[in-house]
């Protein structure tokens, strides 16, 4: 099996929406919405496996001050490989973004020792929403 890092999913893009139909958090998305979010972010990181995308993720940031960090997902059939954590020593050390200041995501509390792994910290009072 081949796998290879891409930073452009757009021919990948059946396949990240059915990523995204697996998951609490973006199981609403419309393809027309994804294909513009896509459009808008700064860096966008997939894993590819015999011509299809098994993990993505993608970043929004100034690339200097901060980076967020946002839907860090792995098909569920490919989970337990390590391809989580290939997706974010690739963000975090991205030429472009190994030195920003700060990344920041969310995360359910489950994932929070996961993402400690890599230097992020579980911050309270800091955040606010507007959904």
């Known amino acids: 099996m081949i796998m290879e890092i891409v930073y452009n999913v757009d021919e990948y893009i059946d ?13 609403k998305r419309s393809k ?12 966008v990181f997939g894993i590819v496996e015999n011509n299809e995308l098994i993990a993505f993720s993608r970043v ?10 946002f839907d860090v997902i792995v098909r569920s059939d490919c989970r337990n490989r390590g391809l989580a954590k290939i997706l974010m020593e690739n963000i975090l050390n991205h030429e472009e973004l190994k ?16 993402y400690e792994k890599f230097g992020f910290k579980k911050v ?6 507007k959904r």
């Open 60 to 69: 929004l940031s100034d690339k200097v001050y901060k980076a967020f960090i």
């Open 124 to 129: 309270e009072d800091l955040v606010l929403l």
């Open 99 to 114: 030195n920003v200041k700060t990344f920041e995501l969310y995360c359910k509390e489950e994932m929070i020792g996961f």
């Open 32 to 43: 027309e919405e994804v294909i513009k979010m896509l459009q808008n972010s700064t860096f």
């Open 15 to 27: 396949d990240l929406m059915a990523l995204y139909k697996n998951e609490w958090w973006t199981n």
